[in-house]
Nanobody, 127 residues
């Protein structure tokens, strides 16, 4: 599967952005989908994950209550709605796909478990 992320940009603190990740290829609904981000000079970190049919999600505490992941399997697209953005959310955001048994296991938050990656979209939050 090939992934194409979009929707990044410059936003003021407190604002919102919606990222999209369009997938091409077959069997999109067979993959767990996730968003990761990489702040400047830092390692890639887990942001959110959604199950194959979209009924289960998980987030780290840093974004819980502000970010919402969703997917539309008919459109082969996963979304990340980001509200109440903070300067520390500034990063390149990546979507990723993996064949993972459960989204709640610690390995599900590890970038190394993901086989497919989008190219990244830059989100800059100004203070």
């Amino acid at each position: 599967v090939q992934l194409q992320a979009s929707g990044g940009g410059l936003v003021q603190a407190g604002g919102s952005l919606r990222l999209s990740c369009a997938a091409s290829g077959r069997y999109f609904s067979s993959y767990v989908m996730a968003w990761f981000r990489q702040p400047p000079g830092k390692e890639r970190e887990f942001v959110s994950i959604i199950s194959r049919i979209g009924t289960s999600t998980d987030y780290p505490d840093s974004v819980k209550g502000r970010f919402t992941i969703s997917r539309d399997n008919a459109k082969n697209t996963v979304y990340l709605q980001m509200n109440s953005l903070k300067p520390e959310d500034t990063a390149v955001y990546f979507c990723a796909a993996a064949s993972i048994a459960t989204i709640y296991s610690p390995p599900a938050r590890a970038p190394s478990r993901y086989q497919y990656w989008g190219q990244g979209t830059l989100v800059t939050v100004s203070s």
